[in-house]
C-alpha cells in the first residue's frame, strides 16, 4: 500500500510541531498553519496521489499532493519531505504573493527544523569539495535553525531576517533541481483552494470544531469586552464601532496583535446569541454595498481568515 492520506496526516498532527513558530517574511510556519493545511485535506479541497519520485511533491495549479514512492511507515526523510511540501500547501492556502525561492526558503527552514526536533543529533553535512548542492542547502538551513533557536522557547515566534532569507534563497538556487527550474524574481503561483459547495461546508464544520477545542483550553473572559460579557445572552448585535476598532487593529498591527484581535473576535462570535450570530454571518459572508463592516471585514482578513470567523458564528450555541 502506497503513503496515502493517513500518512500525510499523522505527520500534521504530530504534536511535536507545536514547538514550531517563526516566520520568513510574510509566511508564518506554525502548527495553526499545519492544522489549517489538515483541515483542507480532510475536506478534500487537497487531493493526495500516489506518485513515483523519490520525494513528495505540490501542485498549486491542480491543488495536489502526490507522496513520495514507497509504502509507509514513512522514515525521518520521509516524514521532514511531508512538512517541506505541507508548507507549500499552506503559501497556496493563504494565497502568498511572494516569490519561489522565498516558498523554498521557509519550506526547507520548516523541514530542517521538523528534522532536528526528530532527531537532535542529525549531523551537519560536509563541506568543501565533497559537499553537494543539496549538502550545503541542509548546512546553511541547520545553521540558521541553530543560530534562531527554532523548535526551542527561545526561538518561538522569531522572524527570519531578510539577510538570512536572501542567504538561504541563494543556497536553493545553486541546487539545479531549483535552479534550472526558477529564478530569484520567479513568482510563486499561489492561487488559493478551489473547493466545491460540499467541500466548503467540510471545511466550515472542520474550522469549528476545531476552534471549539481550542476554545475549551482558553479563559474566554480575559478576552471579552466588559460590555461582550455583559450582553452575551441578550439579543444584541455587537456594536459596529468595536467591530471596526478591532479590525482596524488588526489590519495595522504586527502578528502578535494580530493574534489577540483574531481570538478576540471569536470569542465575541461565540458568545453573542443565535440571533446575533446570524445577523452577522450575514453581513459578513459577502461584502455589502454601504455596510462599512461588512466591507471592512471581507478586505482586512484573508480567505482562510474569514473562514475561520464565520465558523464562530455557526457553531451551535
Known amino acids: 500500500?502506497?503513503?496515502?492520506?493517513?500518512?500525510?496526516?499523522?505527520?500534521?498532527?504530530?504534536?511535536?510541531?507545536?514547538?514550531?513558530?517563526?516566520?520568513?517574511?510574510?509566511?508564518?510556519?506554525?502548527?495553526?498553519?499545519?492544522?489549517?493545511?489538515?483541515?483542507?485535506?480532510?475536506?478534500?479541497?487537497?487531493?493526495?496521489?500516489?506518485?513515483?519520485?523519490?520525494?513528495?511533491?505540490?501542485?498549486?495549479?491542480?491543488?495536489?499532493?502526490?507522496?513520495?514512492?514507497?509504502?509507509?511507515?514513512?522514515?525521518?526523510n520521509a516524514r521532514t519531505n511531508v512538512l517541506h511540501e505541507c508548507t507549500h500547501i499552506a503559501a497556496d492556502i493563504n494565497e502568498y504573493a511572494i516569490r519561489r525561492a522565498t516558498d523554498e526558503a521557509a519550506a526547507y527552514l520548516a523541514q530542517i527544523t521538523y528534522l532536528l526536533l526528530l532527531d537532535p543529533n542529525t549531523p551537519k553535512p560536509p563541506m568543501g569539495r565533497a559537499a553537494t548542492p543539496v549538502d550545503n542547502l541542509m548546512r546553511v538551513g541547520m545553521d540558521l535553525v541553530e543560530k534562531y533557536k527554532l523548535g526551542d522557547p527561545a526561538g518561538y515566534n522569531r522572524s527570519i531576517s531578510p539577510g538570512d532569507i536572501d542567504d538561504m534563497e541563494n543556497a536553493v538556487l545553486r541546487d539545479p533541481h531549483y535552479g534550472n527550474k526558477f529564478n530569484k524574481?520567479?513568482?510563486?503561483?499561489?492561487?488559493?483552494?478551489?473547493?466545491?459547495?460540499?467541500?466548503?461546508?467540510?471545511?466550515?464544520?472542520?474550522?469549528?470544531?476545531?476552534?471549539?477545542?481550542?476554545?475549551?483550553?482558553?479563559?474566554?473572559n480575559e478576552m471579552l469586552t466588559t460590555r461582550v460579557?455583559?450582553?452575551?445572552?441578550?439579543?444584541?448585535?455587537?456594536?459596529?464601532?468595536?467591530?471596526?476598532?478591532?479590525?482596524?487593529?488588526?489590519r495595522c498591527g504586527a502578528d502578535p496583535q494580530k493574534r489577540t484581535v483574531r481570538q478576540k473576535l471569536i470569542h465575541i462570535f461565540l458568545t453573542i446569541t443565535p440571533a446575533s450570530a446570524t445577523q452577522l454571518f450575514g453581513r459578513f459572508t459577502f461584502p455589502r454595498k454601504g455596510d462599512l463592516v461588512s466591507d471592512r471585514f471581507n478586505t482586512v482578513f484573508s480567505r482562510a481568515i474569514k473562514l475561520d470567523m464565520l465558523s464562530a458564528l455557526q457553531i451551535p450555541r
Open 1 to 76: 500500500m502506497p503513503i496515502g492520506k493517513e500518512d500525510i496526516l499523522q505527520v500534521l498532527n504530530d504534536p511535536i510541531l507545536h514547538k514550531i513558530s517563526f516566520s520568513v517574511g510574510g509566511i508564518q510556519i506554525n502548527s495553526d498553519e499545519y492544522d489549517e493545511v489538515a483541515d483542507y485535506i480532510e475536506a478534500g479541497g487537497v487531493t493526495i496521489k500516489p506518485g513515483n519520485d523519490k520525494v513528495a511533491n505540490y501542485y498549486a495549479e491542480i491543488d495536489t499532493l502526490e507522496t513520495k514512492a514507497g509504502e509507509p511507515p514513512m522514515d525521518l
Open 185 to 220: 524574481t520567479t513568482r510563486l503561483i499561489a492561487n488559493g483552494i478551489k473547493l466545491s459547495n460540499q467541500q466548503w461546508a467540510n471545511l466550515l464544520a472542520r474550522f469549528a470544531a476545531r476552534t471549539n477545542d481550542k476554545l475549551i483550553a482558553q479563559d474566554v
Open 229 to 250: 460579557q455583559s450582553s452575551a445572552h441578550e439579543n444584541w448585535v455587537t456594536d459596529d464601532n468595536e467591530i471596526i476598532t478591532l479590525l482596524d487593529s488588526y
